[in-house]
């Protein structure tokens, strides 16, 4: 008796050049961002579960129906599934440290009844809940000095990434990146469903559904913005577009963290760059010459 013929396994078969080619366009497309050339196995893992959720052979399927448009909810998870990246708590330390000692301390200083601070593709949560936790610390050891409102607005654009993010629900692998047991042990509580961050700590974060590649309008103006390891991925045009709709959402002598392999240097020149406690950060020094929405 013959067998049933089989899906093919994406992970485990080649992707073709054209198929690359078409779904390297659709992304930059979608989303701006840029694959390199040889990235076929990554698209191949990513693309593995997709395939599987939605009952689709091969990555041609998986093209031929968002081209069609007849499965809903299928190209939000071709883009969630190859732009959700991993994370950590506080990554890389010092910018969290610089907002702490310099920016914060600055900022209280101001004739203003709140600050605004963006945290732009969140991912998971982490970054917009260790900047808060940072805003915290830094009002427990300087009684007084910060008596703005605090506001944080975390965006990405993946919707399912961002409901789980707000519920700040975290596993114990999760817990385990880049978290002290003194932040632990202050900023979580136990749940059924796992450590939850503090209501205290949520309280200051909104998160809200952005494509950077889209307007801007609707976010209002922010003191800091963190941009961190995503302008990587996309391309140099999409970077400028991306850096410069920044700065017109930043107020004046306002602040832009960037990844540590990120720069503005031959992108664009509305920013110049410090060196703050052992990192660098950019703050604005003009607007661009024309206006974005």
């Known amino acids: 008796?013959?067998?049933?013929?089989?899906?093919?396994?994406?992970?485990?078969?080649?992707?073709?050049?054209?198929?690359?080619?078409?779904?390297?366009?659709?992304?930059?497309?979608?989303?701006?961002?840029?694959?390199?050339?040889?990235?076929?196995?990554?698209?191949?893992?990513?693309?593995?579960?997709?395939?599987?959720?939605?009952?689709?052979?091969?990555?041609?399927?998986?093209?031929?129906?968002?081209?069609?448009?007849?499965?809903?909810?299928?190209?939000?998870?071709?883009?969630?599934?190859?732009?959700?990246?991993?994370?950590?708590?506080?990554?890389?330390?010092?910018?969290?440290?610089?907002?702490?000692?310099?920016?914060?301390?600055?900022?209280?200083?101001?004739?203003?009844?709140?600050?605004?601070?963006?945290?732009?593709?969140?991912?998971?949560?982490?970054?917009?809940?260790?900047?808060?936790?940072?805003?915290?610390?830094?009002?427990?050891?300087?009684?007084?000095?910060l008596t703005q409102e605090v506001e944080i607005i975390a965006t990405d654009i993946s919707p399912a990434i961002l409901s789980a993010a707000s519920r700040g629900v975290y596993d114990e692998p999760s817990l385990a990146r880049g978290l002290s047991e003194e932040r632990r042990r202050r900023y979580f509580e136990r749940t059924p469903e796992g450590m939850r961050v503090t209501q205290s700590v949520r309280d200051r974060i909104q998160f809200r559904e952005l494509n950077l590649l889209k307007s801007y309008a609707l976010l209002g103006r922010f003191d800091v913005v963190f941009c961190r390891n995503v302008l990587i991925y996309f391309s140099e045009e999409s970077k400028r577009d991306i850096l410069e709709r920044i700065a017109h959402t930043l107020n004046p002598g306002g602040y832009l963290f960037l990844g540590g392999s990120e720069s503005v240097t031959n992108i664009t020149d509305v920013f110049e760059m410090i060196k703050l406690d052992g990192t660098v950060v950019y703050k604005i020094k003009k607007k661009p010459h024309y206006t974005f929405s």
């Not at 078409?22 to 698209?43: D, M, P, S, T």
């Open 1 to 145: 008796m013959l067998e049933p013929k089989r899906k093919t396994d994406v992970a485990s078969s080649s992707v073709g050049e054209l198929e690359y080619r078409g779904f390297r366009e659709f992304l930059e497309q979608a989303c701006g961002i840029v694959l390199g050339e040889n990235k076929q196995y990554l698209v191949s893992s990513r693309m593995k579960k997709v395939l599987s959720e939605f009952k689709l052979g091969t990555l041609t399927d998986l093209m031929h129906e968002m081209k069609a448009g007849r499965i809903r909810g299928l190209r939000e998870r071709v883009i969630e599934a190859m732009t959700t990246n991993e994370t950590s708590w506080f990554r890389d330390r010092m910018p969290f440290e610089a907002l702490r000692t310099k920016i914060l301390p600055e900022l209280a200083r101001q004739e203003t009844k709140r600050l605004r601070i963006w945290s732009a593709a969140c991912s998971s949560g982490q970054e917009p809940y260790s900047i808060s936790m940072t805003v915290h610390e830094f009002q427990m050891f300087n009684p007084g000095l």
